[in-house]
């Protein structure tokens, strides 16, 4: 089903399923042969959601090779991709708790583990801002498996079209003091001028030594949206022959949107920025190629890191 201005989903539906499937991501490279990240309850948690094809690939009981074509990378490239971006955010927080922030928010909180599994310093809040039923869903299967939290997690349950702001502040959150920001596989999600309205909202709510996590989508103003639209729904049945049913080209917004980098360097931020391919070959993965048409691909998403 295509994107409406107030749709909402579970963590089975539209774009919530994007979360369970970048979960099962993080489950295959935790357990790789040479694991570069470890999110022991990502496997739980694509469980609990029950999506049969997922289950059965954290559980080894389907093929990762062959579970996507066209459009889509392979589930083994995808692992590779998720695998460093998630140690790229994982290293980002270690970063900003070194260098003494000590509030945290999670922007789009999904599947996301780490206020159950990195270490935080003493005194941290972790906020995680997302839909209300993924985040009553995510809190009630972690208790569930006897999960706790590393240090104090408050949840802010809005949809990030709302008064998120408003509704962070009255969580605790102290504009006045530095914080650490993370925005992981959402940019894509939001149409170009909600993207700029949810830096700016950032920005205003980040005090001096401040830092951002984020992950850039590709300024496309060339791109031919109506051929990788075709290719995503030629993707999105092959997944629906594995078992998975869900529409890619409906979830996300194509078209020109502003440089997450040079956007942020226009608002305050000092920016340094490197490439999904960066990334990977830094963890010892394999790049990923070039598309054959000039089309974007996983290994041109920037990943950002802005200190204000």
Request: no cysteine; hydrophobic share 40%.
């Amino acid at each position: 089903m295509a994107r409406t201005d107030n749709d909402t989903w579970d963590l089975a539906s539209s774009v919530g399923a994007t979360a369970t499937l970048v979960a099962a991501a993080r489950a295959l490279a935790t357990n790789s042969e040479n694991p570069i990240i470890d999110d022991p309850f990502a496997a739980p948690l694509v469980r609990a959601v029950g999506v049969e094809f997922f289950t059965k690939l954290v559980d080894g009981a389907a093929d990762p090779d062959q579970s996507s074509a066209g459009y889509s990378p392979t589930m083994a490239q995808l692992t590779n991709g998720m695998a460093a971006r998630t140690r790229f955010f994982d290293d980002f927080f270690r970063d900003a708790g070194k260098a003494g922030i000590r509030q945290a928010v999670i922007l789009a909180a999904g599947l996301d583990s780490r206020a159950y599994r990195l270490v935080w310093p003493a005194g941290t809040v972790v906020y995680e801002i997302d839909q209300p039923d993924v985040i009553e869903f995510k809190s009630k299967t972690l208790s569930d498996l006897d999960a706790a939290p590393t240090t104090e997690r408050r949840t802010v349950a809005i949809d990030l079209r709302e008064d998120w702001p408003a509704a962070l502040r009255a969580a605790g959150l102290d504009p006045t003091k530095p914080t650490a920001w993370i925005a992981e596989g959402l940019f894509g999600y939001l149409p170009p001028e909600a993207q700029d309205r949810l830096l700016d909202q950032i920005s205003e709510l980040s005090a001096p030594g401040s830092r951002m996590g984020a992950e850039g989508v590709p300024a496309t103003p060339d791109l031919d949206e109506d051929a990788v639209r075709e290719r995503m729904k030629a993707a999105s049945e092959h997944w629906r022959d594995q078992g998975f049913d869900l529409d890619f080209s409906d979830l996300v917004y194509l078209g020109d949107r502003a440089d997450v980098d040079t956007y942020l360097q226009g608002h305050g931020w000092q920016t340094t920025a490197v490439t999904s391919n960066e990334l990977l070959v830094r963890n010892g993965l394999p790049a990923v190629e070039a598309d054959p048409n000039g089309q974007p691909s996983m290994g041109e998403v920037n990943y950002v890191t802005a200190v204000r």
